[in-house]
T-cell receptor, first 112, second 115 residues
Framework: AQSVTQLGSHVSVSEGALVLLRCNYS??????LFWYVQYPNQGLQLLLK??????LVKGINGFEAEFKKSETSFHLTKPSAHMSDAAEYFC??????????FGTGTSLTVIP | NAGVTQTPKFRVLKTGQSMTLLCAQD?????MYWYRQDPGMGLRLIHY???????AKGEVPDGYNVSRLKKQNFLLGLESAAPSQTSVYFC??????????????FGPGTRLTVL
C-alpha cells in the first residue's frame, strides 16, 4: 500500500530564507514521487518528480527535492523564498496501477 | 491546447438534487481521474478510468457515479447530493505509458456547495 505523510500543515518563512517542506512516504514498490503546487483558486501544477536515476531532482521555480530511500523521504527545498512561492504544496506517490496518493498538503506563507 | 477543462466552475445544490460534472481533455490521454479536495485532507481519489468505456473505484467512491463514453470526456455524477459532498472537485488526466505517463494534468476545479 502507498501513502504519504506531510509534516506540518502550515510553514512560514521570511522572504529570502530557506524553504523546507517535509514528505515521507510508504510504498511496497520502488516509488514514483511528486511535488505539486496549488495557487489559490487554481488546480495543481507539477513542480518536480522522481521516477528513477538521480536522487536529487530539480523542478520549476528553483525548487528541488532529494529522494532518500533509507529515510523514505522526499523533502522539498528552495534556497531562497520569494513572495510568489506562497501556495499550498502537495507531495504524492504513484502506484504501479497509475493511481496517485496525495498528502494532506502544506500551506507555505512567505513573510516580507 | 486547452488541456483539462471542467464544467461548471461553481454550483450550489440542495440536498437530494442531482448533477453531473463534466471533465474534458484534448491531450489524447488514456487515464482520467476525479478527486475531491477538502480542508486538511488533501486530494482523495473518487473514481478513475484507464480508457474509454472503463471505470474503477478510488478511495472515496460512495455517492458518486462516473462514465467515460468518449476518450476525451469523464463525467462525475451525484444522484442525490448530500452536505458531506460539499467540496472542490478536480479532474486530472495522464498518459497510459511511455514518456510523461507519470505526470497528471489537472483541471481548474469545480466548487460544489450542497445546502
Amino acid at each position: 500500500a502507498q501513502s504519504v505523510t506531510q509534516l506540518g500543515s502550515h510553514v512560514s518563512v521570511s522572504e529570502g530564507a530557506l524553504v523546507l517542506l517535509r514528505c515521507n512516504y510508504s510504498s511496497s514498490v520502488p516509488p514514483y514521487l511528486f511535488w505539486y503546487v496549488q495557487y489559490p483558486n487554481q488546480g495543481l501544477q507539477l513542480l518536480l518528480k522522481y521516477t528513477t536515476g538521480a536522487t536529487l531532482v530539480k523542478g520549476i521555480n528553483g525548487f528541488e527535492a532529494e529522494f532518500k530511500k533509507s529515510e523514505t523521504s522526499f523533502h522539498l527545498t528552495k534556497p531562497s523564498a520569494h513572495m510568489s512561492d506562497a501556495a499550498e504544496y502537495f507531495c504524492a506517490v504513484r502506484n504501479t496501477g497509475n493511481q496517485f496518493y496525495f498528502g494532506t498538503g502544506t500551506s507555505l506563507t512567505v513573510i516580507p | 491546447n486547452a488541456g483539462v477543462t471542467q464544467t461548471p466552475k461553481f454550483r450550489v445544490l440542495k440536498t437530494g438534487q442531482s448533477m453531473t460534472l463534466l471533465c474534458a481533455q484534448d491531450m489524447n490521454h488514456e487515464y482520467m481521474y476525479w478527486y475531491r479536495q477538502d480542508p486538511g485532507m488533501g486530494l482523495r481519489l473518487i473514481h478513475y478510468s484507464v480508457g474509454e468505456g472503463t471505470t474503477a473505484k478510488g478511495e472515496v467512491p460512495d455517492g458518486y457515479n462516473v462514465s467515460r463514453l468518449k476518450k476525451q470526456n469523464f463525467l462525475l455524477g451525484l444522484e442525490s447530493a448530500a452536505p458531506s459532498q460539499t467540496s472542490v472537485y478536480f479532474c486530472a488526466s495522464s498518459f497510459l505509458g511511455g514518456v510523461g505517463s507519470d505526470t497528471q494534468y489537472f483541471g481548474p476545479g469545480t466548487r460544489l456547495t450542497v445546502l
